[in-house]
């Protein structure tokens, strides 16, 4: 897929680390909690978010230590995020105690739990990404299928399947296509990590929850050859960007209100209280404290691009340090920042990550703490860094300010009592705005104003 080329610095160890050693809890499975009725068009639902890790989520093993945990799934993740996102990283370090590994881009974040097919033939649990458009599954028969423990969808078994034809509309929604001698639109979907799937695209039922709340003709890919190190409990991806293909865009456009949001709750947060994300009507952020910014076009036009100005240091009310997000060549950029529930750091150009960082360490009275673990991250050791860490405020363009409270922006890796910074460098000028910043935001994408609005909120209640 075309991507934002973003290179890391050649010291990526201490990138590395915090990503290896911060138990990541936002990673989750999604189960429909369905609000709607008839088929679920003029309407909305929402999901709710389980952690993937949770003993609730069919992906837990509960043979694996927390640590084990943190190196296998997090670790594997991360890099797995970085080859899906076409970030281009300089030579990997890996620490003794884990073992490389070509990864997937079906080690994901987050997996929503659907039904396929008329009638609902099977659950299937798909990786959710946001930095795709794409939703596929494996499907029967397999020329080449990875390993799947649950059954594979049968298309034959259901009624509402049809494949689409090479002059179809919908088959021109992937630029990656093919005629087969059936005129059968035929896709090839790769990523940065040579993971593959090849298919046919065509259209099905999908339902989310109760047998009420179904989607018709939805746009998947159906996929008999899929290669890559995948997970055997999942199932394909779902993707949620930006463009038509999208599921994201597609139910939207059934449900008539072209706008989804979510809440995600402190990654730290007990595993039973569960995130939220909405679709169509219900999944409004308005009130007060809403704050509101453009979305960017550019050439790929999958992410969720805004314009960052740059971020202050301390309570807005009295005197703050704002540090502008300058480019190479002394210029805020259009676009400059991805928003992506599938990065849990925010990564910030080298430059502008060093200025903000000499600020909070300023801000902050207590010495850092230093650990051979830890890498060279801004770390702190102290049971919470409540009245401790500075308020940050992500400026972006139009004058949305979003306050970035302590515990989106300090997170504690399995170093008990020490606390580091959720924000890491990167070479480039295209920085990404991370989950853990993410958390304790309702966060809703409106398609039709083409605006991101953010409004403080405490996820847990919703």
């Not at 993971?195 to 996929?223: H, M, P, Q, Y």
């Not at 309702?442 to 919703?462: A, E, N």
Request: glycine letters at 8%; proline letters at 6%; hydrophobic letters at 35%.
């Amino acid at each position: 897929m075309a991507a934002a080329r973003i290179h890391f610095q050649s010291n990526v160890l201490i990138f590395m680390i915090i990503f290896l050693l911060i138990p990541f809890r936002n990673l989750a499975i999604a189960t429909a909690a369905a609000k709607s009725s008839n088929s679920g068009r003029g309407t909305g639902f929402s999901i709710d978010l389980i952690h993937r890790d949770s003993p609730n989520s069919p992906l837990y093993k509960p043979h694996e230590t927390p640590f084990e945990r943190y190196n296998n799934n997090l670790f594997l993740r991360t890099l797995s995020r970085l080859n899906s996102l076409n970030m281009s990283p300089a030579t990997y370090f890996y620490p003794n105690n884990v073992v490389q590994s070509n990864v997937s881009t079906a080690n994901g974040e987050y997996v929503m739990k659907f039904s396929i097919g008329t009638p609902p033939l099977l659950d299937i649990y798909g990786i959710v990404d946001t930095g795709s458009d794409l939703m596929w599954v494996q499907c029967l028969p397999c020329v080449q299928c990875y390993k799947q423990v649950k059954p594979i969808y049968n298309p034959a078994n259901s009624s509402s399947y049809k494949e689409l034809s090479c002059q179809s509309e919908q088959c021109h929604l992937l630029d990656t296509v093919s005629c087969s001698s059936q005129q059968l639109c035929n896709y090839t979907y790769g990523y940065a990590d040579s993971s593959l799937t090849k298919g046919v695209l065509a259209t099905e039922r999908i339902t989310f929850g109760n047998s009420n709340n179904f989607f018709d003709n939805v746009v998947f890919g159906c996929g008999h050859n899929n290669t890559g190190v995948f997970n055997e409990n999942e199932m394909g991806l779902v993707g949620l960007g930006r463009t038509r293909l999208s599921l994201a865009s597609q139910i939207l456009s059934q449900l008539g209100a072209n706008k989804f949001s979510y809440c995600l709750v402190p990654f730290h947060t007990d595993p039973s209280i569960t995130s939220k994300m909405y679709f169509g009507n219900g999944s409004e952020v308005s009130g007060g404290g809403v704050a509101s910014t453009s979305l960017v076009s550019k050439e790929d036009k999958t992410y969720y691009f805004v314009t960052l100005e740059g971020i202050s240091v301390g309570n807005l009310s009295n005197s703050s340090k704002l540090i502008p997000y300058y480019n190479s060549s002394g210029a805020i950029s259009k676009g400059n920042m991805f928003i992506d529930t599938g990065a849990p750091p925010t990564l910030l150009p080298k430059d502008f990550y060093n200025r903000l960082e000499e600020q909070v360490r300023n801000a902050i009275k207590l010495t850092p703490y230093q650990d051979p673990r830890l890498g060279s991250q801004l770390c702190y050791k102290t049971q919470s860094m409540a009245g401790i860490a500075p308020i940050l405020t992500a400026h972006f363009d139009g004058g949305a300010k979003v306050p970035l409270i302590h515990t989106s922006s300090f997170i504690p890796p399995p170093v008990e009592g020490v606390f580091c910074f959720a924000m890491q460098p990167i070479d480039g000028d295209v920085g990404i705005f991370g989950n853990f910043a993410q958390s304790d935001l309702f966060i809703g994408y409106d398609f039709d104003s083409q605006m991101v609005s953010f409004k403080p909120t405490d996820c847990t209640k919703q």
